[in-house]
């Protein structure tokens, strides 16, 4: 299992779904990739996990970089189950994980799915402390759903955009100038018209 160390300390730790056929009624003829990141600071934080059946492969990953257990939040930017799946699991081997969700539509959608947890629910501009980072959350109402934010970290410039900017791809590179720019444009155009626009 690999992940991909972008910045110091920060990892991308996410799954690709290579038979993913369709999205919300359009076809995704190129599979999708499903993002998660971790982040180790004096809080060890994981943004976003992968869908259900692809959780193991996550789990492979974080453990090739720390022990998950040690997991100090679980930053839900999107109730989603292509991003919320490996919540139920993650919580069986992260016992003192707190999740991060919006409020009060994440914080809704999350317990009406996965029931109580230790929820941190946040509002606009809400920040969370890491140690040498900081977390920012910024609520994107309906991109794509109602409980939608997006979390960035000013120390890192580093934006984790959620469902903005997407497009469904299954790749093992990770950067643009790895894949075809086109390919990549081309399934950004075809997200934004049916998941974003509307
Ligand atoms: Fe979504």
């Given at each position: 299992?690999f992940?991909?160390e972008?910045?110091?300390?920060?990892?991308w730790?996410g799954?690709?779904?290579?038979?993913?056929r369709?999205?919300?009624?359009?076809?995704?003829?190129?599979?999708?990739?499903y993002n998660?990141?971790?982040i180790?600071?004096?809080k060890?934080?994981?943004?976003d996990?992968?869908?259900?059946?692809?959780c193991m492969?996550?789990?492979?990953?974080?453990?090739?970089?720390?022990d998950?257990a040690?997991?100090?939040y679980?930053?839900?930017n999107?109730?989603?189950?292509d991003?919320?799946?490996g919540?139920?699991?993650?919580?069986?081997?992260?016992?003192?994980?707190?999740?991060?969700?919006?409020?009060?539509?994440g914080?809704?959608g999350?317990?009406?799915?996965?029931?109580?947890?230790d929820?941190?629910?946040v509002?606009?501009?809400d920040?969370?402390s890491?140690g040498?980072?900081?977390l920012?959350?910024?609520?994107t109402?309906?991109?794509?759903?109602?409980d939608s934010?997006?979390?960035?970290c000013p120390?890192?410039?580093?934006?984790?955009a959620?469902d903005?900017f997407?497009?469904?791809?299954a790749?093992?590179?990770?950067?643009e100038?790895?894949?075809?720019?086109h390919?990549?444009?081309?399934?950004?155009?075809?997200?934004y018209?049916?998941?974003?626009?509307p």
């Amino acid at each position: 299992m690999f992940s991909v160390e972008f910045k110091p300390d920060i990892y991308w730790v996410g799954s690709m779904d290579y038979s993913m056929r369709s999205f919300h009624g359009y076809s995704t003829d190129r599979g999708s990739t499903y993002n998660a990141y971790l982040i180790i600071d004096d809080k060890i934080t994981l943004i976003d996990t992968v869908k259900a059946p692809f959780c193991m492969e996550m789990f492979g990953r974080l453990r090739t970089i720390i022990d998950p257990a040690k997991i100090d939040y679980i930053v839900s930017n999107h109730v989603e189950p292509d991003h919320s799946g490996g919540i139920p699991f993650m919580m069986q081997h992260c016992p003192n994980a707190k999740i991060v969700t919006s409020d009060p539509n994440g914080l809704k959608g999350l317990t009406g799915r996965y029931g109580e947890h230790d929820y941190i629910a946040v509002k606009a501009g809400d920040t969370l402390s890491l140690g040498k980072r900081t977390l920012t959350f910024v609520p994107t109402p309906m991109l794509h759903w109602p409980d939608s934010m997006v979390t960035y970290c000013p120390e890192e410039e580093l934006l984790f955009a959620n469902d903005a900017f997407g497009q469904h791809l299954a790749t093992t590179a990770r950067f643009e100038d790895e894949t075809d720019l086109h390919e990549v444009m081309h399934q950004a155009k075809k997200y934004y018209a049916n998941i974003l626009m509307p």
